[in-house]
């Protein structure tokens, strides 16, 4: 009987793909569920928020991957990965986010190694490779866009699209490039509704002594899973946070405020236009269930059609 890989989308005769084995190591065979419910994940999270480096709303483990045991192991401090369990409020969730991250490469964006991997319930949580970490214990430069200006947790939603421009020109070691990739990063989340990409879920990291946007993280379809969302962006772009019409981003974001060039704003729209299919194509194969596909892939046409 074939199966899907949780972490490539492939079918397998295994519960998971030998190249979706071979992306979290050339040296694994198999991987053992996780020895947690997904109730049991959020109370550990729970038990654990304070010792982790990184905290959120989402439920979060720490965690190593042992190539002896085939298997995450949960741990207090110094994890390489990132699992997140079913959310208690919030339906598929790391399906939703799973998907959207594997998009989001689909699209261009740079992001770290995403997959799903079950529990002994049955249940998936996603995973996400840590990408501030390498080597033995060694960390790269990570800063969010709330830290480099100066909000906390509390204000991460009072800022502006427009603000983030001038931490890019002020840190990056080419702005330039960054900003075009800001761009792509804010379509792609208004084309598969994000409207939660707060200052937080925005940072610069610093590798070989280069300062660029970090790899996407946090990237998820936050208006089906919640089902009630109002506003289409966290941050206000010209004033507003929904009803947006193709030139607020392309004429005024793109043009007026990142100043790119005519040649790349036009690059981009039809970039976007292109990777359409491809990025219905994710969804129809995703691990989520027929409802939520249905609701993915009809918000995402209606926000295709006012950017075309």
Request: aromatic letters at 10%; one cysteine or more.
């Amino acid at each position: 009987m074939m199966r899907k890989c949780p972490i490539t989308y492939q079918l397998s005769q295994d519960k998971y793909s030998k190249p979706g084995l071979a992306k979290l190591s050339p040296q694994l065979s198999d991987l053992q569920d996780l020895p947690f419910t997904a109730q049991e994940q959020r109370q550990e999270a729970a038990a654990l928020a304070a010792k982790m480096s990184i905290q959120g709303v989402q439920p979060k483990l720490s965690a190593k991957l042992s190539v002896t045991k085939q298997a995450f192991e949960v741990v207090d401090n110094g994890g390489t990965f990132i699992i997140k369990p079913q959310n208690d409020l919030y339906k598929e969730v790391p399906e939703n986010e799973d998907v959207t991250m594997k998009m989001a490469q689909a699209f261009g964006i740079e992001v770290p190694l995403t997959g799903l991997v079950y529990s002994k319930d049955g249940s998936l949580s996603y995973f996400i490779k840590r990408f501030d970490r390498y080597g033995r214990n060694k960390k790269n430069h990570l800063e969010d866009f709330a830290q480099l200006t100066g909000n906390t947790r509390e204000t991460k939603y009072k800022w502006s699209m427009e603000k983030l421009i001038p931490v890019i020109e002020k840190h990056c070691t080419f702005p330039v490039i960054e900003k075009r990739k800001l761009f792509r990063r804010v379509l792609f989340c208004f084309l598969t509704g994000n409207e939660d990409m707060h200052l937080k879920n925005f940072s610069l990291i610093t590798q070989e002594d280069k300062i660029t946007l970090s790899p996407a993280y946090d990237l998820l379809n936050s208006t089906i899973a919640m089902g009630t969302a109002i506003e289409e962006m966290a941050l206000p772009l010209a004033g507003k946070k929904s009803k947006f019409k193709k030139e607020h981003f392309f004429e005024y974001y793109a043009q007026d405020k990142l100043q790119l060039t005519k040649k790349t704003i036009v690059a981009e729209h039809q970039h976007l236009v292109d990777k359409k299919k491809e990025l219905e194509h994710w969804i129809n194969i995703s691990f989520l269930s027929e409802e939520m596909k249905e609701q993915y892939l009809h918000l995402m046409e209606g926000r295709y059609k006012r950017l075309i």
